[in-house]
């Protein structure tokens, strides 16, 4: 006689504490009864799911070999993504799902060379493509594109209205198109609510060229990206909504290579590789209103994972974990809170580097078919 039955709220419970990075497993268990299909499949289940996990996982990286006419997704779950980078497409930034390209650019020695009028705004999930209009000339620095560095962020269009970022893929979103040259920055947004870009917000900076090798941070309502190439000692923050654009400085230390965070409690946080030990910093609070950066952790990278080789910060994953390049080529994450790392064995692996994270459950059958998305295929 066959044992009873799991209550269908005990499997929910199960399944709810499946890991999010390895979406495989739910499109395994989907396929052990109708039942079980039946529950994965439902939409409330896929909102629980992520209300649950809370951050969505990192499912992969795009990386970018400065010879090369496009990016290449590199997958760091055990599902690939269901569509490939379309064309000669090059990733600037991903978040909450969508990943904004380019086209008709080239690299030289990490400099970029190119304009920012070819962009689209991409979902590897489901393959729709949006091209953005091409920004008017009034819209650039005078010296554009001579002596001027860009770079851009996609973003839900209700990051600074309080939106928990679960389920706002197929949402409207944002487009901040940064353009700077030696004495002044240019901000201009686009909606895909109008389909327009707005006028752009300038601001007098000296020498604040963007970094469009590292990828942005949103904390709270503003954006930040880096300022400079190596040793760069300024971090340009734009607030969405009230186009203010302000620099802040990085403390004075031995940084070669810096990735912007955001912190757990939610501020901005940066780290960077220091001889052996990766250091964590974030901006906190100061005398009289002021903030001020403050040392929060040290991990030694000698004594976990056995890691013997000198290494530099590439990115950092929702302030959860840290991606490092060693000076043997190999590639490493390393989890900030368990210490755990994860070795990407992967031989060309090409700077720079954008992670993608989003919550996503394959169809049924392409775990096993390594088929693309089918009717019923979602990200979850």
Not at 10 to 38: G, I, M, N
Not at 143 to 163: D, R
């Amino acid at each position: 006689m066959p044992p009873p039955a799991l209550p269908d709220d005990l499997v929910d419970r199960v399944l709810l504490r499946f890991p999010p990075e390895e979406p495989e497993l739910l499109v395994r268990v989907a396929l052990v009864c109708k039942r079980w299909f039946r529950l994965i499949s439902d939409p409330h289940f896929r909102r629980r799911f992520r209300e649950f996990h809370r951050a969505a996982p990192m499912l992969g990286f795009f990386c970018t070999n400065y010879r090369s006419p496009s990016s290449r997704f590199v997958p760091t779950s055990s599902a690939p993504l269901p569509h490939a980078i379309p064309g000669d497409w090059r990733a600037v930034d991903a978040r909450h799902g969508r990943v904004l390209l380019n086209t008709a650019a080239c690299w030289d020695d990490f400099t970029f060379f190119g304009s920012g009028e070819d962009l689209v705004v991409w979902d590897p999930v489901t393959g729709e493509q949006h091209q953005l209009p091409k920004l008017s000339e009034h819209m650039y620095p005078h010296q554009y594109p001579f002596y001027c560095h860009w770079t851009a962020a996609v973003l839900c269009a209700s990051a600074e209205g309080g939106c928990d970022h679960l389920d706002c893929g197929r949402g409207p979103f944002l487009v901040v198109f940064v353009c700077t040259s030696t004495r002044e920055a240019f901000v201009s947004v686009y909606s895909s609510e109008t389909g327009a870009w707005s006028g752009p917000a300038s601001a007098q900076l000296r020498r604040a060229g963007v970094h469009l090798a590292k990828p942005s941070v949103l904390v709270g309502k503003a954006l930040h990206f880096m300022s400079g190439d190596c040793g760069a000692t300024k971090i340009l923050k734009y607030v969405l909504g009230r186009q203010e654009i302000s620099l802040i400085h990085l403390p004075k230390k031995p940084y070669r290579h810096i990735a912007l965070m955001a912190m757990a409690d939610g501020g901005l946080g940066f780290a960077a590789v220091h001889g052996f030990k990766l250091d964590l910093w974030s901006r906190v609070s100061g005398t009289k209103g002021s903030a001020k950066w403050a040392q929060s952790q040290a991990i030694d990278l000698e004594t976990i994972g056995t890691l013997s080789v000198s290494f530099e910060t590439v990115c950092c994953i929702d302030g959860v974990a840290a991606m490092l390049m060693g000076n043997d080529k190999t590639y490493v994450i390393i989890n900030l809170k368990s210490r755990q790392i994860r070795k990407i064995i992967e031989g060309r692996i090409a700077y720079p580097v954008v992670p993608y994270t989003s919550f996503y459950t394959p169809a049924p059958g392409a775990a096993t078919t390594c088929e693309g998305p089918r009717e019923g295929s979602s990200s979850a």
